[in-house]
Nanobody
Framework: QVQLVESGGGLVQAGGSLRLSCAASAGSGRTFSRSTMGWFRQAPGEEREFLAAIRWSSGSTKYADSVKGRFTIARDNARSTVSLQMNSLKPDDTAIYYC??????????????????WGQGTQVTVSS
């Protein structure tokens, strides 16, 4: 069974940094080799928002305009983890952050629907 566990959230002042990590377990008989790993966030009363994603095999990435230049996604094949380095954080970045895996799409998708499995989320709070 696929399991995704996020960590690294917390409280940070505006302008600060946080590094989120997603520990990914593919389960018996599956790998992540043809998948896309994505990071999303959801603030209260808002829809789930795409942030960044990475193709596990090629390492190609895509970012939302709102985080481009501030956030960096990376994967560690040996440890089966995907990280999201977040710099220059703003109060508007406050949300629950989720990692997710898309097994089906051959390209990076920027909407939540195609993603098959989700972590439980980690809270990020940025104070002004």
């Amino acid at each position: 069974q696929v399991q995704l566990v996020e960590s690294g959230g917390g409280l940070v002042q505006a302008g600060g940094s946080l590094r989120l990590s997603c520990a990914a377990s593919a389960g018996s008989g599956r790998t992540f080799s043809r998948s896309t790993m994505g990071w999303f966030r959801q603030a209260p009363g808002e829809e789930r928002e795409f942030l960044a994603a990475i193709r596990w095999s090629s390492g190609s990435t895509k970012y939302a305009d709102s985080v481009k230049g501030r956030f960096t996604i990376a994967r560690d094949n040996a440890r089966s983890t995907v990280s999201l380095q977040m710099n220059s954080l703003k109060p508007d970045d406050t949300a629950i952050y989720y990692c997710a895996v898309d097994y089906s799409s051959s390209t990076i998708r920027t909407i939540p629907g195609p993603y098959d499995y989700w972590g439980q989320g980690t809270q990020v709070t940025v104070s002004s």
